[in-house]
């Protein structure tokens, strides 16, 4: 009769509840776990690695690495950062291998960006290319703090740097942003005059 009571038409709001239910082998809770933060993994694997199979993969072995180590989670601590910096150290980890074995489609892809670009590609477009381009430290720390909307202390715990460093980071990717867009004509220098706070 416990399962039910935690039937999936119940949303579970409290994470200190959720990962009771997981450590308890509850199924349910699994998949509610799985369901709540899929889209932030995801999309932070995808962001650092560039390429949907490997974001996948990645993301399947967070949640295994994830639910082996759920019971030395803190309680005290958010779970969503804690999760991410699982995230960010397998991608890490993947980059690495990635950099030993250079694949042969690496060399297609750099063909194919080279073709000329339509001229109506829209600013979100050029924002993801621009993106692209910068530092992985860089882009890393720009995606948690304005898609996954981590504080600067969160980030910091993520990442496993000091407060600081993302704080330069931050500012860094902002201005580089800024150039590359203005290089490209996207946006005029004058809406992105930054200043480091």
């Known amino acids: 009769m416990g399962i039910t009571r935690y039937s999936r038409g119940l949303p579970v709001t409290d994470d200190a509840k959720l990962v009771e ?15 709540r933060f899929q889209g932030p993994v995801f999309g932070l694997c995808l962001r650092m690695l560039g390429r949907r199979e490997d974001a996948e993969d990645v993301s ?19 779970l969503k950062p804690w999760l991410l910096t699982i995230a960010a150290n397998r991608c890490r980890t993947a980059l690495e291998r990635r950099s030993r074995q250079p694949s042969p489609t690496e060399y297609v892809e750099t063909i194919a960006d ?3 670009e339509p001229a109506n590609r829209d600013l979100a477009e050029e924002l993801e290319r621009a993106l692209g381009e910068l530092r992985e430290d860089y882009r890393t720390c720009f995606e948690l703090f ?6 600067v202390t969160e980030i910091s715990s993520t990442l496993d740097c000091p407060e600081g460093t993302v704080k330069t980071w931050l500012y860094r990717a902002r201005r580089e942003l800024a150039e590359l867009l ?9 809406q ?4 480091e706070s």
């Open 21 to 35: 239910r997981c450590l308890a082998g509850d199924e349910a809770g699994l998949r509610v776990f799985v369901e």
């Open 60 to 78: 399947q072995e967070v949640f295994l690495r994830t639910f082996r180590s759920l019971h030395t989670w803190d309680s005290a601590r958010p």
């Open 114 to 116: 080279g073709s000329p």
């Open 146 to 151: 304005y898609r996954e909307e981590l504080s």
């Open 182 to 190: 203005r290089r490209r004509g996207v946006v005029p220098y004058a």
């Open 192 to 195: 992105y005059e930054l200043q």
